[in-house]
């Protein structure tokens, strides 16, 4: 793990060094950039019907990916950020159609009861159930964890995230 220094603060952290792309130009194996990282998620984006409260805590998720470059540990931090946003997503959507976020008894809802609610009212389409529960259990590896997970910089986790959460607010 990277241990920051007023030399190595702007430098790649040393696991970036062992991933590359191929310039297509040249056919050699280059490193990757910070700007190889910024240029992954530009097409990462929640759609114009996301809330702005669920938008303000999954943007800070493609920060932490593209700051992933300097210190890989965020890449993690940044999949663990989009899950916020994934809860709180099922959350509105789940107290915007069902009008609460407690049972009866005045507990909270879980996130699976939550996803299952959306899906019987088809706000969740039936045959993507799997996919939000595969999403609830990362949320779930992410905040109940045995030990630190470190999940790289491979981007479809944001992804995949995004596409649930447009997919809420279609």
């Known amino acids: 793990m990277k241990k920051i220094t007023f030399e190595n603060y702007y430098s790649a952290d040393e696991a970036i ?3 590359g ?3 297509t130009e040249t056919g050699n ?4 950039t910070e700007k190889d990282y910024i240029a ?3 097409d990462i984006c929640l759609n114009e019907r996301v809330p702005e409260k669920i938008k303000s805590l999954f943007d800070p998720a ?5 700051y992933g470059y300097l210190y890989w540990t965020f890449f993690t931090l940044a999949n663990e950020q989009a899950i916020k ?29 939550k996803i299952n609610n ?7 389409d039936g045959n993507r159930k799997d996919y939000y529960h595969s999403l609830r259990m990362f949320r779930n590896m992410a905040f109940h964890p045995n030990e630190q997970h470190i999940f790289g ?18």
Do not use: C, M, W
């Not at 194996?29 to 990757?32: N, R, V």
């Not at 069902?98 to 996130?111: K, Y």
């Open 118 to 124: 959306l899906v019987r009212r088809r706000v969740i």
């Open 21 to 23: 792309r191929v310039n």
């Open 62 to 66: 493609l920060a932490l990916y593209a």
């Open 85 to 113: 946003a994934f809860e709180a997503a099922i959350a509105y959507k789940h107290k915007e159609v069902i009008g609460t976020n407690v049972d009866s008894n005045g507990r909270e809802v879980g996130l699976s009861k």
């Open 17 to 19: 060094q062992f991933f």
């Open 40 to 42: 992954s998620i530009q």
């Open 153 to 170: 910089h491979n981007n479809e986790a944001l992804r995949n995230i995004a596409t649930a959460i447009n997919e809420l607010f279609a």
């Open 29 to 32: 194996l280059e490193p990757l």
